[in-house]
């Protein structure tokens, strides 16, 4: 692998590669050394990607979990949970955790591995200095809303009686939601929605052909966040939603699992609020107004 201006040496440690590149590249900061350490070190780069890929995944996915089991099972925030009668037990975690590592490894494993070729087909770039912090936010801000998009019409189509049946009853198993089950779902379902995930940003590098892995990275990490504290089924006064009243949240998810209708959106209200498929007590009041002006009307 060419790391700035000099070749690595394939042999060695990886911390004999990391020293090696900090030679030779001062200008480098220590998070791009790093990287550029693993690919130089791992001599395969589809590898270095995919358990790179897999072990971010694991990580972030149990690691931001954790303080949900925590928070549930110490009963910390019993004042905040939206379903105040359904905290769930550390049995019913631990089945939906066994549920979702299985299906980790056999659905997610394989697919983690195709990733590096697609990416590379399609442009991403793997290399280094890392992208600028601007650049970064700006792609991230458009994936979550084309990822977004891609979720509520994917979703509403799985709520649709026999692809609900074939494929979307299995996440609605939990009708109170917690941060574990954000990924309790049929490998199908996981496929069609991580396909919004994944093809989004795929999307944006083959129309601009600039996008960097590390961005991608981000932005999965950031996705990810938002699954697991929608279906953590807490609301509390300084939940994101406050601040910004676009942002879907805990409170907008939890009554999708409750009601098993409307509120198909990943992140954000707006198409929800656009084609009518809100349920908060404020669109219900706004239904039955307008039903009630319709039949005066029609009087
Ligand atoms: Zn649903
Ligand atoms: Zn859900």
Redesign the pocket.
Known sequence: MQVGNSTVLSSGTYWGQFEEISKYNTQLNVAERLWAAWYAWMQNDVLATGIMSFVMHEAVYFGRSLPWIFIDTLGLFNRYKIQGNKIPSLREQWDCAKFVLLSHFTVELPQIWLFHPMAQFCGLSTSIPFPTLWTMAYQIAVFFVMEDTWHYFSHRALHWGPLYKAIHKI??QYSA?FGL??EYASPIEVMILGFGTVGCPILWCAVTGDLHILTMYIWIVLRLFQAID??SGYEFPWSLHHFLPFWAGADH?DL??EKFIGNYASSFRWWDYVLDTEYTPDALKRRRENKAKVSNKAQ
Do not use: L, Y
């Open positions: 996440h609605h939601p089950a954000a929608a279906h998810h999708h699992h």
